[in-house]
C-alpha cells in the first residue's frame, strides 16, 4: 500500500523538466545501483548511510527519495529529512517501478567524470545564441540541477577545461558537440536517453534554429528570433542564460502539453467592430 508521503512514478515524471521539480535524491544501496547503474533524470546520488551528516542541508525543501522498491532505504532518509525540516517523500515503487513503467534513465556512465552527486561544471564558447542556452537549460532541468557553466574565448575553451576540470561542449573535436546534422542538443537528449516525445520536438526546433534550416520545425524561426534578441539584451552570458532558462521552460511546456491548441482571436467575438454603415 501507497504511503501518504509518497508520490507516483507518473506524477514526478510530470514534474522532472519543470521549475517546480522537487529534489530527486536516489538513495540505492551500491548492490543495487551496480545492477542498474543508471538514475532518474535530475536526480543525484546520496549515501542513505550517512543521511544524519547531509540531511539538514535540505531543510526548507521539497524533496523526493527513491531507492530500488520504495521501501526501507527511502522511507528511512525521507523519515529523516522530514525531521530536519524538509517536504520529503518517497516515488511509489521506487526505481524499479520507474523502469517498469520504461520512463527515461541517464546512464551514470555519461555524466562528466563519473559525478553522481550532481555539481558538474561545463565550458564553451561566450556570447551565447541557441545551442549554448539550450543545452544548459536541458542539462539543468533533466541532468543536473546544480551544474555550472563557463564563458570563455572561443580558442581557450579547451585548455579552461582541462585546467579547471570542466567539461566543454558546443565546439569543435569534443564529445559533447554537433554530429553530422545533428546540433549538440539533439547530441545531448540521444547521448543521456531522455526519449520524450517533448524533449525530440524541441530538438527539431533547436536544429532549425541553430544550424539555419528553419524549415525543420514551423516554431524554429521564432526560436532564432528570440535567442537574437535574447543576445542583444544582455551583455553578460550568465544572465543571459538565467533569462534564456524561462524562454525554454515555456518552449517545453508548450511542446509537452499545448501544441494542438489553437488561438483565434475572431471566434472569442472579443472586440468586433460592428459595421457602422
Known amino acids: 500500500m ?3 508521503n509518497s508520490i507516483s512514478p507518473e506524477k514526478l515524471a510530470r ?19 551496480s545492477a542498474d ?10 549515501d542513505y548511510a550517512t543521511v544524519n551528516d547531509w540531511s539538514a542541508a535540505y531543510r526548507g525543501q521539497t524533496v523526493v527519495v527513491l531507492c530500488k522498491a520504495g521501501a526501507k532505504l527511502s522511507e528511512g532518509v525521507a523519515a529523516w529529512l522530514r525531521l530536519e525540516g524538509a517536504a520529503a517523500e518517497v516515488l511509489e515503487g521506487g526505481f524499479d ?10 546512464p551514470a556512465s555519461r555524466l562528466p567524470g563519473g559525478n553522481l552527486s550532481g555539481g558538474t561544471v561545463w565550458v564553451t564558447r561566450a556570447r551565447p545564441k541557441i545551442d549554448r ?16 557553466f563557463l564563458y570563455v574565448t572561443a580558442s581557450e575553451v579547451e585548455a579552461v577545461a582541462e585546467r579547471f576540470g570542466a567539461t566543454p561542449f558546443d565546439v569543435e573535436d569534443v564529445f559533447w558537440s ?3 546534422e545533428d546540433c549538440t542538443f539533439d547530441t545531448m537528449v540521444k547521448e543521456f536517453r ?9 530538438a527539431r526546433i533547436v536544429r532549425g534554429a541553430d544550424t539555419d534550416r528553419l524549415d525543420l520545425a514551423p516554431e ?8 537574437l534578441g535574447l543576445s542583444r539584451m544582455y551583455a553578460d552570458d550568465i544572465e543571459q542564460v538565467e533569462a534564456g532558462m524561462l524562454l525554454y521552460d515555456t518552449l517545453y511546456r508548450w511542446a509537452r502539453d499545448a501544441t494542438q491548441e489553437k488561438h483565434d482571436w475572431v471566434s472569442h467575438g472579443a472586440g468586433r467592430v460592428k459595421n457602422r454603415e
Not at 37 to 45: D, E, F, H, M, T
Open 133 to 148: 542556452i539550450a543545452c544548459p537549460w536541458l542539462i539543468r532541468r533533466f541532468v543536473d540541477p546544480h551544474a555550472s
Open 2 to 4: 501507497a504511503s501518504y
Open 178 to 180: 554537433h554530429r553530422g
Open 15 to 33: 514534474l522532472i523538466g519543470t521549475p517546480k521539480a522537487p529534489v530527486l535524491l536516489d538513495v540505492r544501496d551500491a548492490d543495487d545501483f
Open 97 to 106: 517501478a520507474w523502469q517498469a513503467l520504461q520512463l527515461p534513465a541517464i
Open 194 to 202: 531522455l526519449a520524450l516525445p517533448a524533449l525530440e520536438h524541441i
Open 220 to 227: 524554429a524561426a521564432g526560436l532564432l528570433a528570440m535567442s
Open 37 to 46: 547503474p543508471s538514475l532518474i533524470p535530475a536526480s543525484i546520488r546520496r
